[in-house]
C-alpha cells in the first residue's frame, strides 16, 4: 500500500487502535492463539498468491516505509511448517511475455500480484514492481523436484505508478493507477470525498497500455478477472465497495458495498471473492516513526453474480496485525496479510457473519 501512504497522508486517521495511557499500541504476540495463529519472521506482506499444488503461499514482500534500507522480495511461507522459505529467481526473457523491449528488472520492490493460467497451460505470476521503474513484471512459476522457482519472462514499463494487476489468459493484463490523475498534475483529491483520483487500464501487446473507460474512481485498488477475462472486480478503496466491470461493454454493471475500505481480492475455491481492507485511513505516525499504526479491518465475501457481500472477519478492537491488505484461503484456513508489519495472520475459515449487502446493478 506504498502509494496509499505517500499518495494520501492528507486523510485524518478514522480508526486507530491506543491504550488508555494514549501510548502507541500493542500487537498480539506472535505464535498461537486459542483462533489463530500470528506467524512472525515476515515483512509488509501486501499481497498472497496460493501456489498451484496448494503447498505454499507466494508472499509479496515489498519494503515499509518505516525501515530504510529493507530489501524487498517475493518469499514462499510453507503451510504445513509455516516456515518461511528463499524463492529462487532466474531470467529468461521470452518471446510473447510483455513487451519485447522491456528488459529484466535491476532491483524488485514487489506490491500486488496476480498469478493465472496462460492459455498454453503455463502458469503466470505477473508482480507490480515500484524499484527503479514502475513496471509489471512478469514470471513463470516452475516447479523442480518438488520446489518452486521463478523464471523471470518479460515485462511492461508504465509512466504511472501501479498498484495492482490482474493477469489475463492471453498475457495482456489489467492494472490499476490510483493516483494517476494526481500524477497527472490535478490537484490532490480526496478518494474518502467521492472525488476519483486514477483509473484503471489494460495492457496487451496490440496495443499498448490504454485507460478503460469508466474507471475513473476514488482510488481503484486491487484488481482481480473472472476465469473467462470478461468481467473485472475492481475494489474502490475510498467509496468502500468492489465495482463489477464488463471488459467487452466498457462499463461498470454492478457494486457490492463493504465496510471497510477494500484492498486487495481473491478467489475461493467455489468461485466467490474475498475482500479485505482497513476501515481507517492512516493517520498519526509519520514516515520517520517507529510506532506501529494499528488499524481495524474487516474481510468480506462477495457472491460475483449478484454481487452480494456477506462480513466474514471484523477484528473489532483486537490489535491483529497491521494494515491487513489482503485474504487468502487456503484449504480449511484464512490466511491474512498486510502492508506493514511483520506478519501473517492464519485463521479457520469463518463462517460468513449474520448480515449481508445486496448489489447494484448499473
Known amino acids: 500500500m506504498k502509494y496509499l501512504v505517500c499518495g494520501l497522508m492528507f486523510l485524518a486517521a478514522v480508526t486507530t487502535y491506543a491504550q488508555r495511557d494514549g501510548g502507541p499500541p500493542s500487537l498480539i504476540a506472535c505464535g498461537s492463539h486459542p483462533d489463530m495463529n500470528v506467524i ?11 501456489t498451484p499444488d496448494g503447498r505454499y503461499l507466494i508472499v509479496s514482500q515489498y519494503t515499509s516505509f518505516r525501515t530504510p534500507g529493507a530489501t524487498a522480495d517475493l518469499v514462499l511461507l510453507d503451510l504445513k511448517t509455516q516456515r518461511v522459505e528463499t524463492l529462487p529467481i532466474a531470467s529468461t526473457p521470452t518471446p510473447g511475455w510483455g ?5 529484466p528488472p535491476v532491483a524488485l520492490s514487489p506490491h500486488g500480484t496476480s498469478l493465472a493460467r496462460r492459455l498454453d497451460g503455463r502458469w503466470q ?5 515500484h524499484a527503479m521503474r514502475e513496471s509489471i513484471e512478469m514470471y513463470e512459476p516452475v516447479k523442480d523436484r518438488g520446489a518452486w522457482r521463478l523464471v523471470w519472462r518479460g515485462c511492461v514499463v508504465s509512466p504511472l505508478a501501479f498498484n495492482d494487476v490482474a493477469a489475463l489468459s492471453d498475457g495482456s493484463f489489467v492494472g490499476t493507477h490510483p493516483t494517476a490523475l494526481n500524477q497527472a498534475g490535478a490537484p490532490s483529491a480526496d478518494p474518502l470525498q467521492g472525488r476519483a483520483t486514477g483509473w484503471v487500464s489494460h495492457w496487451s501487446p496490440a496495443k499498448g497500455e490504454t485507460e478503460l473507460p469508466a474507471t475513473r474512481l476514488p482510488y481503484p485498488n486491487g484488481v482481480n478477472a473472472s476465469a473467462d477475462g470478461r468481467y473485472l472486480y475492481i475494489n474502490v478503496f475510498g467509496a468502500r465497495e468492489v465495482d463489477k466491470y464488463d471488459l467487452a461493454a466498457g462499463k461498470i454493471v454492478a457494486t457490492a458495498k463493504v465496510d471497510f475500505m477494500p484492498d486487495n481480492l481473491t478467489w475461493t475455491r467455489q468461485g466467490q471473492l474475498i475482500a479485505a481492507g482497513v476501515k481507517g485511513a492512516r493517520g498519526n505516525c509519520p514516515p520517520e516513526s517507529n510506532t506501529p499504526c494499528i488499524q481495524a479491518f474487516g474481510v468480506a465475501r462477495i457472491e460475483p453474480d449478484k454481487m452480494v457481500s456477506a462480513p466474514l472477519f471484523d477484528s473489532g478492537q483486537r490489535p491483529i496485525i497491521t494494515g491487513v491488505s489482503v485474504a487468502i484461503e487456503a ?9 506493514d508489519g511483520d506478519r501473517v495472520v492464519r485463521m479457520p475459515i469463518p463462517k460468513s457473519t449474520p448480515g449481508h449487502t445486496p448489489g447494484t446493478n448499473r
Do not use: K
Open 125 to 129: 505470476l505477473f508482480v507490480v514492481n
Open 40 to 50: 512472525c519472521g515476515l515483512r509488509a506482506s501486501e499481497d498472497l498468491e496460493l
Open 331 to 339: 484449504g480449511s484456513d484464512l490466511y491474512l496479510g498486510a502492508f
Open 99 to 103: 513487451d519485447s523491449s522491456c528488459r
